[in-house]
């Protein structure tokens, strides 16, 4: 009977998936000869058998690979080495040293994955020797990138290479019918990793944590990417400690629950929820709460609250031994990055935890837990970080040469490309920050190393003030200035493979747009080498600039007394009494007098200001201690009421169309004055905003403009302004998109501009 040999080569997510022992198996059930292995990012071998078999072979390794793998491409050749003998049968080769230099392609990283049923059901039977281990995990789950050194992906190049496995862990290891064949991070109690609390050690040190919980103390737990805070969630007291130790006055609080039924105790879980929940992202989840089921300092002027389920066997042990759900929150003091060492946690946390659950294997890279929202069955991510990153995602027009988007300030990420793929880095957070600065440079050079992604060019935001834009030109390396609501646009159209061209509605905080202005409240014709503005928010003045964005009653004031002049006045002074009679005055005259003399009064078009001046004037909001905050009360006082909507304006500036929101603000304001509630007024204002943004696209698209519309930037996390924004344009007949994978927000702002990068340089060198 013929015989052939043929060579492999898949490439992907294929490294730490379970991808080999697949390989073997497939290859052993259809009678094959030959061996794989890693080999640098990818995976490869050699089969040899009858055609019939080895085309089979060819096939399942495209259509039948294992749930964490993302095969991109599977070549085969005519073998050009020795062929393996007959009826040697199948191997799993050592694996190849490689992982030095630039690989042809980019090597992609498996990120971490959650904790399976079947790990999670071997930790609860007591006839398992892996009963209660905090660090079980198989090839189906565990830690990933958090703890690989280099690749190939071996458990010698891994935080794993300090425990040697013992003989029973050897045996599963080295048993093709085993889940844990060749798993790398494979352990158990006699070899793995062991937890501690202070001098105790394993279940002791798993019991004080939880007693520690139960008296409502705080715990430092080391989990996957870093260190969390861990307290009783339906603790009053505890809750309002944590918020004081860690200096995080109302910025909501993230809940783990032991499962799907713990998620639908505390919040309305509907069906695509369910599914993100228990998906192997294990990613928090922002549900509308059930009143009364956690104290309301949990998630503050909201009634979004993030729950998620446990990643690990030691979370599962945990709640199961507090028997509570537990607030679960980063591990860092306000604005640094969270802590992964060991002693700099103790230093970071010892004045904020009352304990701390460690263990002795090390995190190799910094991942904080991912954050998502569902609108329908529209799931948007909010922080791209462990279970997410750094999979790859593709590029419209691939990067002629290897490159990287450097980010914003805020939320910041970075992107790596190459080719046809990207590798958005984690979520470390705002780079003012010197630690959180020190951890993207930390981030970068291990991403690099790790996809053998060097970048000969660097995309970077016009804003000459971004420690990003600082860090790129300190780079030295040739620069491509990428606008920051272009930026916004692209990250949306390339997820969805679109070049261009497309409309975009890109609303956010503050952008520095081409003409030297703050942009933020932006209608967009583009493609992903260029764009033109065709629509705009009007513009007003930001009093003291940064200080507006930390104080919304200035930005109230500055949309009161130095809006754009566009043909009709503003709220006369009997309306806006609600607002300065309980300001301090003399800060009142100061700032008036401020934007009437036009003293660092920067202007703005940006949406997310306005929502931040609806809030002040309805009273809920004055100064914010993070980013979104005044929106986030905003959403929250307007709930599911429906409103009448405020008068809107639309005038044309310099050919483009301009949405005049002083007669809404008046309107507001009288509504105010006549009786109606916060609530209905803040309802009132998204269905306004969201109407007057669906006519700029009208408008727009009556002009020329394409009929697919893009929407991202941050103010699009509003889930209400996202749902009511795509409902009015598909009643238009238009083509709605919105970001999933790559978050709306500034964390997506990396991609879009390696997606723009990408498709200059294919342009130019085209």
Not at 269 to 275: E, L, M, R, T
Not at 386 to 411: F, N, S, T, V, W
Request: proline residues 7%; aromatic residues 6%; glycine residues 12%.
């Amino acid at each position: 009977m013929t015989h052939i040999v043929r060579d492999f080569e898949v490439t992907g997510i294929v490294q730490g998936v379970g991808f080999r022992p697949f390989v073997y198996r497939v290859a052993s059930a259809l009678g094959l000869d030959g061996w794989v292995a890693n080999v640098d990012g990818h995976v490869a071998g050699t089969v040899a058998g009858v055609p019939g078999a080895v085309e089979e072979f060819a096939r399942l390794m495209r259509h039948g690979a294992p749930p964490l793998a993302r095969v991109r491409e599977v070549r085969v050749a005519a073998g050009g080495g020795a062929a393996p003998e007959r009826g040697s049968g199948f191997h799993v080769r050592v694996s190849d040293g490689g992982g030095r230099g630039a690989p042809a392609v980019p090597r992609e990283i498996p990120p971490d994955a959650a904790i399976c049923d079947a790990c999670l059901a071997e930790l609860f039977d007591p006839a398992g020797r892996r009963h209660r281990y905090p660090f079980i995990n198989c090839t189906d789950c565990g830690p990933r990138v958090t703890i690989i050194e280099s690749l190939p992906y071996d458990r010698r190049r891994t935080t794993m290479r300090r425990f040697p496995i013992c003989a029973a862990c050897a045996a599963e290891y080295g048993d093709p019918g085993d889940r844990r064949f060749h798993a790398e991070p494979i352990a158990c109690p006699d070899c793995g990793p062991t937890l501690s609390w202070e001098d105790l050690r394993a279940e002791e040190a798993l019991r004080a944590a939880a007693k520690t919980v139960e008296a409502g103390g705080i715990v430092a737990v080391k989990g996957l990417g870093g260190y969390q805070l861990v307290c009783d969630a339906e603790d009053p007291t505890a809750v309002a400690e944590l918020r004081r130790r860690k200096h995080r006055p109302v910025k909501p609080l993230a809940v783990m629950v032991r499962d799907l039924d713990g998620a639908r105790r505390l919040a309305r879980v509907g069906q695509s929820a369910a599914a993100v929940l228990a998906s192997p992202v294990r990613p928090v989840v922002l549900l509308t709460a059930v009143d009364g089921r956690l104290p309301a300092d949990i998630h503050p002027g909201t009634d979004q609250v993030g729950v998620f389920l446990p990643t690990t066997g030691l979370h599962h042990l945990l709640l199961r031994a507090a028997g509570i759900p537990l607030v679960v929150t980063s591990g860092n003091a306000a604005d640094d990055p969270i802590a992964v060492d060991d002693a700099q946690a103790r230093r970071a946390l010892g004045a904020v935890a009352d304990g701390i659950l460690g263990h002795d294997r090390p995190i190799r890279a910094r991942y904080d837990d991912s954050v998502v929202q569902v609108a329908g069955r529209t799931v948007t991510t909010v922080r791209r970080a462990r279970g997410l990153a750094p999979g790859a995602l593709r590029l419209p027009r691939p990067a002629p040469a290897p490159l990287m988007g450097a980010g914003a300030q805020l939320k910041h990420t970075f992107t790596l490309a190459a080719g046809e793929w990207a590798h958005i880095a984690a979520h470390i957070g705002d780079l003012a920050a010197p630690a959180t600065y020190d951890a993207f440079e930390t981030s970068y050079r291990d991403l690099s190393a790790l996809t053998g992604v060097t970048p000969g060019v660097v995309a970077h935001d016009l804003h000459p003030g971004y420690l990003s834009t600082q860090w790129a030109r300190a780079t030295g390396l040739p620069l491509l200035p990428v606008q920051h609501h272009h930026a916004h646009a692209a990250a949306c159209a390339a997820e969805h493979g679109l070049a261009g061209p497309f409309t975009a509605v890109t609303y956010d905080g503050l952008g520095l747009g081409d003409d030297g202005t703050l942009w933020g409240g932006e209608v967009l014709v583009a493609d992903l080498t260029s764009y033109r503005r065709v629509g705009r928010l009007a513009t007003a003045a930001l009093p003291g600039g940064d200080a507006a964005v930390r104080h919304p009653w200035r930005t109230a004031l500055g949309y009161l007394h130095g809006g754009e002049p566009l043909g009709v006045p503003g709220a006369p002074p009997q309306l806006t009494r609600s607002l300065t009679e309980r300001l301090d005055p003399d800060a009142v005259t100061t700032v008036r007098a401020m934007i009437e003399q036009g003293f660092n009064c920067p202007r703005t078009s940006s949406a997310g200001r306005l929502f931040d001046a609806v809030a002040s004037l309805l009273g809920l909001v004055d100064s914010v201690t993070y980013e979104g905050e005044a929106a986030v009360a905003l959403e929250g006082a307007a709930g599911r009421l429906r409103a009448v909507p405020f008068e809107r304006r639309f005038v044309r500036v310099d050919g483009l169309w301009v949405y005049d929101p002083t007669p809404t603000l008046t309107g507001l304001l009288a509504r105010r004055a006549g009786g109606d509630s916060v609530p209905v007024l803040a309802a009132a204002f998204h269905t306004t905003l969201a109407e007057a943004t669906a006519e700029l696209v009208g408008r727009a698209v009556e002009s020329g403009a394409p009929r697919t519309v893009c929407l991202a930037g941050g103010c699009f996390v509003n889930r209400r302004l996202l749902t009511d924004v795509r409902r009015l344009l598909r009643a238009q007949g238009l083509r709605v998109l919105v970001g999933s994978a790559v978050p709306v927000g500034d964390g997506g702002i990396s991609y879009g501009q390696a997606a723009v990068a990408a498709a200059r340089l294919a342009e130019t060198k085209g």
